[in-house]
């Protein structure tokens, strides 16, 4: 089920740990690293344009790393239809799509 369109937020592991939360602004969206997790000497950063740091990200259009983690083509569209999600709702297919992604990131609804 998809969560609603206003204030949505996925919780985001990494390697299965829980490693900070991302959700969608009036202005954009925001990522943000739990403190636990990036205090973590073990702690591996989302991607290489978000490395571990305290301050959160902020952008007015979605991020290019977790765009990179929606499916494409025509699974993109066996995704959209399946749980029912436009296509240019990029928010809402990460949170619907991706919680068992390929490689280390996942993302979880926060519902």
Do not use: H
Request: hydrophobic share 40%; with cysteine; glycine share 8%.
């Amino acid at each position: 089920m998809q969560p609603s369109t206003s204030n949505r937020k996925g919780k985001v592991y990494v390697n299965g740990q829980f490693a900070g939360i991302i959700s969608e602004t009036d202005q954009g969206y925001r990522f943000a690293y739990d403190e636990t997790y990036r205090l973590n000497p073990d702690a591996v950063a989302v991607s290489l344009t978000m490395p571990l740091k305290p301050a959160r990200y902020e952008s007015r259009t979605f991020f290019p790393y977790f765009d990179g983690l929606i499916p494409e083509g025509w699974l993109l569209e066996i995704a959209a239809r399946t749980w029912k999600v436009d296509t240019r709702d990029r928010m809402g297919l990460l949170l619907s799509v991706c919680r068992d992604c390929i490689g280390a990131v996942s993302v979880e609804a926060i519902v």
